[in-house]
């Protein structure tokens, strides 16, 4: 049993009911609360009121505030008026002030801050190490290790953050052999710092921006705040904690396009090119390309296990960015000015008059439709591929025979006639091409220069023409 709450009130948008008693239980990551109701037709009376979820908010047997948000019913008993729901939201606690750390004294404002937060779902080889220091009376000292590698520490650059500096630093804890991470934000150290206000606003944009890092989908499980903290190798506690009730998320299947799994060295240098500007670049093109929709299609890509389902998600994203980057720059000028378009227009429509009763032996409009494409010719109006093209050179991705392959024939043939390639390898390249494909363009568009791993080499390092770093 995670919680007992020992008095509160259960509600939804129409009216409360006062609850004495209630169990708060978790599986497998999901909360489920049990109670009596005390008010024997509440239940009746909102049986077929919509909204149907409710809220519970109380006070535990330990003096925590709780609030429990998005609960649906999973069963209702009419013998004895018990009530069973399951939490689709979050679980909020706030500890009770005499368990407070005293705070130090304020010289400003009260502005709360996000101390840490734990996520699942994180693989990483960490950068930096904490050193121990041994001492024995053996004369074979200096085979003692010196240090382990247990964290990595990563310093952001942020404009746009209301009342603050422009950079906050976060440290990474765990990750490794399946366990939840902590990011651990707790750092102070002049305006390196992330408020809660500022975290809500960024939140989705930053743990999908750490997603892409990580080559696989991230979930923030626990969130601490509050006036107060108090860090922990064991168990981290703050004034106010909010606790996401979901089934634990299980990557089967991550990407390793960012060399963070393997070497520390690798993982450094990747979170050091990423702290400097991409972040901040990642948030101000999410506005414009959709970005978060783009990294959850290529998780889901690389978690599907038919290689043409893969395909076809990228497709999809693919056409989204290029369109989306479309709607968003300037229309393309029209190919000539309109006085030197009349001049021409005029002669083309006359030798084409010339040939009209020959052009009309085929269909009786022919003539009418080649005149209206003719009076088109100067417009500015740029068709898929014309955007694709444009997409490929805004990210400096390279138009390499591969690459041109693949918006060609290989796209066409998807789409239209349903055929990603020839046989079970040819698919599995052409669908390893689109990823690494799609992985580079977000990561030019951002402006990360850090080093990559491709799965397969769709240009020459001749033909490469963004920045990249050559370190492996």
């Given at each position: 049993m995670e919680y007992t709450v020992v008095r509160g009130w259960l509600s939804n948008k129409h009216e409360s009911t006062k609850v004495s008693f209630a169990l708060i239980s978790q599986e497998d990551g999901l909360f489920r609360i049990e109670t009596f109701l005390e008010d024997k037709d509440f239940f009746k009376r909102n049986?077929?009121?919509?909204?149907?979820?409710?809220?519970?908010?109380?006070?535990?047997?330990?003096?925590?505030?709780?609030?429990?948000?998005?609960?649906?019913?999973?069963?209702?008993?009419?013998?004895?008026?018990?009530?069973?729901?399951?939490?689709?939201?979050?679980?909020?606690?706030?500890?009770?002030?005499?368990?407070?750390?005293?705070?130090?004294?304020?010289?400003?404002?009260?502005?709360?801050?996000?101390?840490?937060?734990?996520?699942?779902g994180f693989r990483i080889k960490h950068a930096n190490h904490t050193r121990l220091h041994k001492e024995r009376y053996f004369t074979d000292e200096h085979t003692i290790p010196e240090h382990k590698f247990d964290h990595t520490m990563c310093h952001v650059m942020l404009n746009d953050l209301p009342n603050n500096g422009n950079s906050f630093t976060f440290t990474i804890y765990g990750g490794e052999d399946g366990t939840n991470a902590v990011l651990d934000f707790s750092y102070d150290k002049g305006y390196s710092k992330l408020h809660w206000d500022e975290y809500q606003a960024i939140k989705d944009n930053l743990i999908h921006f750490l997603s892409l890092i990580n080559g696989a989908k991230l979930i923030v499980r626990r969130e601490y705040t509050g006036e107060s903290y108090r860090p922990s190798e064991t168990k981290r506690w703050s004034q106010v904690e909010y606790v996401y009730s979901f089934k634990r998320l299980v990557n089967s299947r991550a990407s390793e396009f960012l060399p963070i799994f393997?070497?520390?060295?690798?993982?450094?240098?990747?979170?050091?090119?990423?702290?400097?500007?991409?972040?901040?670049?990642?948030?101000?093109?999410?506005?414009?390309?959709?970005?978060?929709?783009?990294?959850?299609?290529?998780?889901?890509?690389?978690?599907?296990?038919?290689?043409?389902?893969?395909?076809?998600?990228?497709?999809?994203?693919f056409e989204k960015l290029s369109s989306k980057l479309a709607a968003n720059t300037a229309a393309n000028p029209s190919p000539m000015s309109e006085a030197l378009f009349a001049v021409l227009k005029k002669r083309m429509v006359q030798m084409v008059s010339e040939h009209k009763t020959d052009i009309n032996r085929i269909h009786i409009a022919s003539y009418e439709t080649l005149v209206s494409r003719i009076g088109n010719l100067n417009n500015a109006?740029?068709?898929?591929?014309?955007?694709?093209?444009?997409?490929?050179?805004?990210?400096?991705?390279?138009?390499?025979?591969?690459?041109?392959?693949?918006?060609?024939?290989?796209?066409?043939?998807?789409?239209?006639?349903?055929?990603?390639?020839?046989?079970?390898?040819?698919?599995?390249q052409n669908y390893l091409k689109l990823d690494n494909m799609i992985r580079d363009i977000i990561l030019n568009l951002i402006g990360y220069e850090g080093p990559r791993r491709r799965s397969i080499a769709y240009f020459s390092d001749a033909e490469r023409i963004h920045k990249e770093s050559t370190h492996r």
């Open positions: 049986e077929d009121r919509a909204p149907y979820d409710f809220r519970l908010h109380g006070v535990t047997e330990k003096g925590y505030k709780i609030e429990c948000t998005e609960l649906y019913m999973s069963r209702y008993t009419y013998a004895n008026c018990k009530f069973e729901l399951i939490c689709h939201g979050h679980l909020k606690l706030t500890k009770p002030e005499q368990d407070y750390p005293q705070p130090p004294p304020r010289k400003q404002p009260y502005r709360p801050r996000v101390w840490f937060i734990e996520v699942e393997d070497h520390h060295g690798s993982t450094r240098t990747v979170f050091m090119m990423f702290g400097q500007l991409c972040l901040d670049s990642y948030c101000k093109l999410q506005d414009d390309l959709a970005l978060n929709e783009v990294i959850d299609a290529l998780h889901e890509s690389f978690a599907t296990s038919g290689i043409e389902e893969r395909f076809y998600i990228l497709v999809t994203v109006k740029r068709s898929s591929q014309d955007d694709m093209h444009a997409l490929l050179s805004h990210a400096q991705i390279p138009i390499s025979r591969a690459v041109r392959a693949f918006l060609d024939t290989e796209r066409h043939q998807s789409v239209h006639r349903g055929i990603v390639g020839r046989n079970d390898a040819e698919r599995f």
